[in-house]
Nanobody
């Protein structure tokens, strides 16, 4: 069964960094765009960043300059590195797969992980 599993969330202080991981199974995902979304309480799910099959990356405006997405080809894992974390970064972070070269809208992603909680607080 094709699936994605997020890990690496936790409690961090403002200004610190965190790396999330998205491990995916299923050979088809190697040709998919892997994206990251987040959802805070009372807010809509928000696009964070993504990496396509050519390892091109793009990011949402709220995290530009603070986020990096990378791919470990051997381990079939995508990482989201976030720096200079702010309290407003607190959310459940999801990874997802889309069969599109560029995908920033939730409806374009057809496979989702269960999410990992990131809390930024003093």
């Amino acid at each position: 069964q094709q699936q994605l599993v997020e890990s690496g969330g936790g409690l961090v202080q403002p200004g610190e960094s965190l790396r999330l991981s998205c491990a995916y199974s299923g050979r088809a995902f190697r040709g998919y765009t892997i994206g990251w979304f987040r959802q805070a309480p009372g807010k809509e799910r928000e696009f964070v960043g993504a990496i396509n099959r050519r390892n091109g990356t793009y990011f949402g405006s709220s995290v530009k300059g603070r986020a990096t997405v990378s791919r470990d080809i051997v381990k079939d894992t995508v990482h989201l590195q976030m720096n200079s974390l702010k309290p407003e970064d607190t959310a459940v972070y999801f990874c997802a797969a889309a069969d599109r070269f560029i995908a920033t809208i939730i409806g374009e992603y057809v496979h989702w992980g269960q999410g990992t909680q990131v809390t930024v607080s003093s």
